[in-house]
């Protein structure tokens, strides 16, 4: 196959089209980064009057301080699932999927360019909760730069499961099924609100083969300094995963399936 004539990247194309994501999300801040910010102060909120001081410390730190994270994660994760499938979604039942068809973009231009937005916000809604819990509760990062990484790790993963879960939708109950019966099992079955190490032998051996698991895991660690499991394998299971996703969802753009009109 020739050069294009633009290069063998399509460096201009891929970033206009991740620039169309930035900003999709960014003209609409209230609904995208500020309401995520709430969302996390109501459970933080809640589950303090709840349990109040009579809590146990968990895995050695204030329970709000080991809940904390896994709130954090939890909402990245939802929010990066939600860029990218309600991007693809939305123009498939408006029919102006060609838009993002038509330009001269490979498969992994588009990819990579719904990824970038994907990241993008997550991190985004990451830095705003953070903040948010270092100001209410006066815990910061213990490990900055991890959390970041895995925050970036959980937007490809999930972004990328939103692509796959946008390809294959037709019809926005289909999407609704989704985030219902596979996302946010997920999340709130991955150890956001209690210790894997508190649940008995199967549930806890089967917990670990939940991906997001690693990633709630990964942000206390970030956030603490403590995990129920190694940080480093954690991080590399959500590679994997991440690249399976990726890996199908450019497959799909590849061939078409279910894109073209």
């Known amino acids: 196959m020739g050069v294009r004539r633009f290069g063998r990247v399509n460096w201009l194309g891929m970033t206009m089209l991740a620039w169309r994501e930035i900003l999709r999300f960014t003209s ?18 809640v589950f303090a009057l709840a349990f109040g001081q009579n809590r146990a410390d968990v ?8 809940l904390a994270p896994g709130i954090l994660m939890m909402t990245v ?8 499938s309600s991007s ?17 973009l490979s498969p992994l231009e588009t990819l990579l360019g719904y990824l970038a937005g994907s990241v993008t916000r997550a991190l985004a809604v990451a830095a705003i909760i953070a903040l948010g819990i270092g100001v209410t509760i006066g815990q910061w990062p213990a490990h900055p730069l991890w959390l970041m990484l895995i925050v970036v790790m959980g937007a490809v993963l999930m972004g990328g499961l939103g692509i796959a879960a946008a ?4 019809k926005f109950d289909q999407m609704a099924a989704i985030t219902n019966f596979i996302v946010t099992p997920l999340s709130f079955l991955s150890g956001t609100f209690y210790s894997a190490e508190a649940l008995p032998p199967v549930f806890y051996a089967l917990t670990h083969f939940n991906p997001v698991f690693y990633l709630i895991d990964g942000a206390r660690y970030g956030m603490l300094g403590v995990s129920d499991a190694n940080p ?30």
């Open 88 to 104: 693809i979604l939305i123009a498939k039942v408006q029919g102006n999927i060609v838009d993002t068809l038509m330009p001269p």
């Open 77 to 84: 994760i939802q929010n990066a699932f939600a860029n990218t």
């Open 232 to 261: 480093a394998q954690g991080l590399a299971v959500v590679a994997l995963f991440a690249g399976g996703v990726s890996a199908v969802c450019w497959a799909w753009l590849k061939s078409g399936y279910r894109m073209k009109p």
């Open 167 to 170: 390809i294959w939708a037709n």
């Open 28 to 45: 609409v801040w209230q609904q995208t980064l500020l309401a995520p910010l709430i969302t996390a102060g109501l459970f933080l909120t």
């Open 59 to 66: 895995m050695g730190v204030p329970y709000l301080a080991f």
